[in-house]
């Protein structure tokens, strides 16, 4: 017998009806791919969207970072940055805390995207509000062993869920965004 048909038979036998579970591939416990908790999945979720937006930005200039995508929109990569520290500011109202807006303002409620101007430190306050804000989000969300747990207007997990979608969303458009800067396209 060949060592191709040895390696097929041993594949299939190695995924044939387990003997505890008989509906399925193989027992739970010998189950080779990744599970990951719900929290893990949460939670690295977040990681790989908040790493996103850092691969979008990476190596740009004050004036690319700021640069806007098309009229009359104000989005630019820079405003993204500012977004996205507002919207992780909200956890730390969660958490008890008497925090005003960053940027947003009763008069100018995008101020997050109007003051995203090329001057580099703006970037620079952009850059630093939002590792900060991700960092009280981390230990926010730290503090509690339990997802469901209401955080005041609903359960941690739904937050986390919405936030992760903010992410999710805003990655689309620093896609294009970069796209428009040089050309360099995502993945």
């Given at each position: 017998m060949d060592s191709r048909k040895r390696d097929d038979e041993a594949v299939a036998n190695r995924w044939t009806p387990s003997t505890i579970h008989r509906d399925m591939w193989v027992d739970p416990a010998d189950d080779p791919r990744e599970t990951v908790d719900e929290r893990g999945a949460l939670l690295e979720s977040l990681r790989h969207?908040?790493?996103?937006?850092?691969?979008?930005?990476?190596?740009?200039?004050?004036?690319q970072m700021a640069r806007r995508s098309v009229?009359?929109?104000?989005?630019?990569?820079?405003?993204?940055?500012?977004?996205?520290?507002?919207?992780?500011?909200?956890f730390r109202r969660m958490a008890g805390e008497d925090s005003p807006r960053i940027?947003?303002?009763?008069?100018?409620?995008?101020?997050?995207?109007n003051g995203a101007v090329a001057d580099p430190a703006v970037v620079e306050d952009a850059?630093?509000?939002?590792?900060?804000?991700?960092?009280?989000?981390?230990?926010?969300?730290?503090?509690?062993?339990?997802?469901?747990?209401r955080t005041g207007e609903a359960p941690l997990r739904e937050i986390l869920v919405a936030q992760i979608g903010e992410y999710a969303r805003h990655c689309g458009h620093a896609d294009l965004l970069r796209e428009r800067i040089d050309g360099r396209v995502g993945q």
């Open positions: 969207f908040r790493l996103t937006v850092e691969m979008k930005c990476a190596d740009l200039d004050a004036e009229p009359p929109s104000t989005m630019s990569l820079l405003g993204l940055v500012r977004h996205m520290a507002e919207d992780e500011r909200h940027y947003r303002t009763p008069e100018d409620r995008d101020g997050d995207w850059w630093r509000q939002w590792r900060a804000e991700s960092e009280v989000t981390d230990r926010f969300i730290a503090g509690f062993a339990d997802l469901g747990t």
